[in-house]
């Protein structure tokens, strides 16, 4: 596997990066296909992880930040790989369990299971989408969220797709419940956040739908997209997620787990576009300018301080946490 390092110049030199050190890995492009690359938001560095011909997307860092996992469609589907972090030069093992299509891996709390949205067809990416857990030692892979139980418009049109899992605790998931007058152009009718608590065997709905007050006190409803869980460490188990309203209205909202209070972060950024990350007291966020063009963001000190961007040459999205 070939490593490219890309050395980060001006920007970091007139404004100091991150005084800790924070790691992020994420999806790149420079104009044909992405490819994942490592990034260190304290001294600029980005580090080319893999280059190949296929689309390589939606990474995942397990808890102990040594493995990735990550979709490829490099073998036709968009199937699910695993890299070492610590090891540059080891190849990507194909650990899929089926032969459908996968999207947004997320590593269980221990490291041994992932769970992530499958469809058993992997030409229709959209259809019959579940969410299984894979055990990283069998290969065996389980249903535990399954779109086609779980529609709740009565516009018989729409198409119900259930993705983006992350782990709340070792028995605790959310996931997004989102429905599509149009899947193949990706257009969103509705978009709402679950919980499954995997003793019970209980859907609970948590957020996206209702509204919330601005500060000058307007009713705003949302589709609630893009969620994240922050460690129990940093900010005793909250949710982020992006809340959309119209076609490109979005705020950043933070929710007390489980099922707590929730409220819009105070970011103050026009070009917020989620997801929202959070490590060591610095929103790390995806953003998109006038032009279309997505990347990465981050403040310090709840957001007070002044923005900064990472400097790349392309088009960032999917940026997970390595430490």
Known sequence: MKIVRILLIALFIAF??????VEIVFCGSDGSQFDLYR??????????????????SMPAVSPDGQKLAFVSDRDGANS????SLL???SAAVNISAGMG????????PDGRRIAVQYAPDPELVWASTSIVLLDLTTRQQQIIVDSSRLKTSENTE???????????SDSLLVYVL???????SGRMSKSTLYMYDLKKQQHVRIAGGESYYSAEGEAMGFKAVMPAVVSEKDRSRSLLFAAVRGATDRAPMKMALPAGNKGVIELNDPEFFGPMLYLDGHWIYGTMNEEGVTGISWR??????PKQTLNFAGRIIYPAIIR
């Open 39 to 56: 990034a260190d938001l304290k001294t600029g560095e980005i580090i080319r992880i893999t280059e190949t011909k296929a689309e390589e």
């Open 300 to 305: 310090a000190g709840e957001g007070k301080e």
């Open 16 to 21: 100091p990066l991150l005084c800790e050190a």
């Open 87 to 89: 090891d540059n030069a």
């Open 101 to 108: 299509s996968y999207a947004n891996p997320a590593f269980s």
């Open 158 to 168: 729409t198409t119900t797709v259930v993705d983006r899992p992350v782990w709340v």
């Open 178 to 184: 989102a429905e599509y007058s149009d899947p193949e």
């Open 80 to 83: 699910l790989y695993l890299l």
